[in-house]
Every structure is written in C-alpha cells, then in structure tokens.
C-alpha cells in the first residue's frame, strides 16, 4: 500500500491551498480517510474525516469553515482545501487510509505514508 500527500508549501495568512492523498493499493472507495497534522515535538492531531461514499464529514473546531475534506474514488484520491490560512496552521499534514469512522471519530489505520508540509506566514 502507498499513499502520496502532496500540495503542501509557502502561503500567507488568509491564502489558500489544496492538498491531495493519492492512495494505492487499497480499495479505495470502500475505506474512509481522515487528515492529520502534526507539529514538531507534538501529537499528531486529527483535522477532518470522510466517509466512504463521501456523504459524511468530520471537522476538528479549528478548521470548521475554512477547511472542505473531499474525495474522488475514480482517482482513488483525497482532498483537503483549506481557505483563509492562519499560522497556526503550520504542520506536516498527513493523510490516513482505511481506518475506522463512528461516531464522529476516527480511529486511524496503522499505515502512515509522508505527509507533506504548509507553512503559514503572517
């Protein structure tokens, strides 16, 4: 299994960016995805979630808004727009194929492929 996160970079604060997660290996369209963030020396931290079929979504409060997690399992891929960047927003994102979505939570899958960067600045 693979998954490629790509679309990360430089963007000021209010800016915008699209990140995709490219799986294979998986069946895509019967597994959920969830991103994640993380930032040096701490947790990684959930951002968003998508059903299978794409017809539910989950957001962590700070993104609620700003940030649209979408899919096309044509592509077998995933996204995450993210409008009006903030600095906090500053990690490695990382996306997450195949784990477990109830309840609004999402309970990741052991495999983790390179997460790709966005730095904010202000």
């Known amino acids: 299994v693979q998954l490629q996160a790509s679309g990360g970079g430089l963007v000021q604060a209010g800016g915008s960016l699209r990140l995709s997660c490219a799986a294979s290996?998986?069946?895509?369209?019967?597994?959920?995805v969830g991103w994640y963030r993380q930032t040096p020396g701490k947790q990684r931290d959930l951002v968003a979630i998508?059903?299978?079929?794409?017809?539910?979504?989950t957001y962590t409060d700070s993104v609620k808004g700003r940030f649209t997690i979408s899919r096309d399992n044509t592509k077998n891929t995933a996204y995450l727009q993210m409008n009006s960047l903030k600095p906090e927003d500053t990690a490695v994102y990382y996306c997450n194929v195949g784990g477990v979505y109830a309840n609004n939570k999402y309970y990741a899958h052991y495999y983790w492929g390179q997460g790709t960067l966005v730095t904010v600045s202000s």
């Open positions: 290996g998986y069946t895509f369209s019967i597994n959920a």
């Open positions: 998508i059903s299978s079929s794409g017809d539910r979504t």
